[in-house]
Structure formats: structure tokens, C-alpha cells
């Protein structure tokens, strides 16, 4: 599992230009987050997740419902050398991301850096 948040760092610390802006905690609450608190609170969400996945309760229908990219075009670096552009449909059973090409092929990304197209 791979998570990054912005915490405290002011907007003047963030990328002036994205796709998709990058924020912070502080910059859309206007006041500073104490870092221990967030992170009980994310390992207690963590937790509940796990415990959910180990009734196998599974997180899909709440992941695709928060899933910016689905429906939107994207580009996904796999590797050093290979790039697969096209339309981010859904997610499967195991969480992949699955996008469909412009010759209509169905890939199944199981990790990689995904690029939205707006």
C-alpha cells in the first residue's frame, strides 16, 4: 500500500501546475493538522478495512465510488520503456485498474504511475 498526504505545507510549497492540483490539509482546513492525530485516525481506518477484508467484505464498490480517473482518459506508465493510454473503465475483484485502448483492448494494470487526462 502506497500513501502520500500533504499535511501542513503551505500552497506556496506545493507544484504551481497540475493536471489535477495538488493541496494540503492545511491550505483546505486554513489551520495546521497535528500530524499524530491523522495518523491514528488513518491507521484506525486502515484497520477497519482489514478487518472488513478478513469477513471478505470486499473495499471495491467504495473504491470505485471514490475513483476520480474512472470514465476519464489516462495514460499509465508500466515500466522503463512501455506506456498504455485509453480509458479508465473500472477496477476488477483485486483493485486493478482496468483501461481500454483505442483498438479496444481491456488492459488490467497492476501497478503503475497514472496520468489523468482532462
Do not use: F, M
Not at 60 to 79: C, F, K
Not at 104 to 109: K, N, V
Amino acid at each position: 500500500l502506497g500513501l502520500g498526504i500533504n499535511v501542513n505545507l503551505p500552497a506556496g510549497a506545493l507544484p504551481p501546475t497540475a493536471i489535477v492540483p495538488p493541496t494540503s490539509l492545511l491550505v483546505e482546513l486554513g489551520e495546521p493538522v497535528s500530524r499524530l492525530r491523522l495518523l491514528s485516525s488513518v491507521l484506525r481506518e486502515l484497520e477497519s478495512g482489514y478487518n472488513a477484508a478478513a469477513q471478505n467484505i470486499s473495499p471495491q464498490p467504495a473504491w470505485n465510488a471514490l475513483l476520480v480517473t474512472l470514465g476519464q482518459p489516462v495514460s499509465i506508465d508500466v515500466g522503463e520503456a512501455e506506456k498504455i493510454e485509453g480509458v479508465a473503465e473500472t477496477t476488477n475483484e483485486w483493485g486493478h485498474l482496468l483501461v481500454r485502448d483505442a483498438q479496444g483492448q481491456l488492459h488490467t494494470i497492476t501497478a503503475g504511475d497514472v496520468t489523468l487526462h482532462l
